[in-house]
Nanobody
Framework: QVEVMESGGGLVQAGESLRLSCTAS????????????IAWFRQRPGKEREGVSC????????FYADSVKGRFTISRDNAESSVYLQMNTLKPDDTAMYYC?????????????????WGQGTQVTVSS
């Protein structure tokens, strides 16, 4: 069992930045976390959950939704069992609950249904 937890959300103004963190918990999670692809999803008000970014277990390859390319950067530190999502030039349309998920498929497209492990989410609100 892998337990993930997000942090770093908050209220910011348009154009500002936030850095989300995703960490593993549990005594066995450190080894497992490093073997897993990790993804960020978000759910905006009134919309379905959508993929934001994902990163392969080695950290060498990552993918982004078109809406965040050039503004968001995903990275991971397997030694710390952590994945980060640096979000720059935030827009009001980025307002959403952001979820970290582990263990799924990460390629040109990544679907929530392939990820078995999820955090509870962290709220990001961007005011205009």
């Amino acid at each position: 069992q892998v337990e993930v937890m997000e942090s770093g959300g908050g209220l910011v103004q348009a154009g500002e930045s936030l850095r989300l963190s995703c960490t593993a918990s549990g005594s066995t999670s450190r080894l497992r976390f490093g073997d897993l692809n990790i993804a960020w999803f978000r759910q905006r008000p009134g919309k379905e959950r959508e993929g934001v970014s994902c990163i392969l277990w080695r950290g060498t390859t990552s993918f982004y939704a078109d809406s965040v390319k050039g503004r968001f950067t995903i990275s991971r530190d397997n030694a710390e069992s952590s994945v980060y999502l640096q979000m720059n030039t935030l827009k009001p349309d980025d307002t959403a609950m952001y979820y970290c998920a582990a263990g799924g498929f990460c390629s040109g497209s990544w679907e929530p249904g392939t990820y078995p492990y999820w955090g509870q989410g962290t709220q990001v609100t961007v005011s205009s």
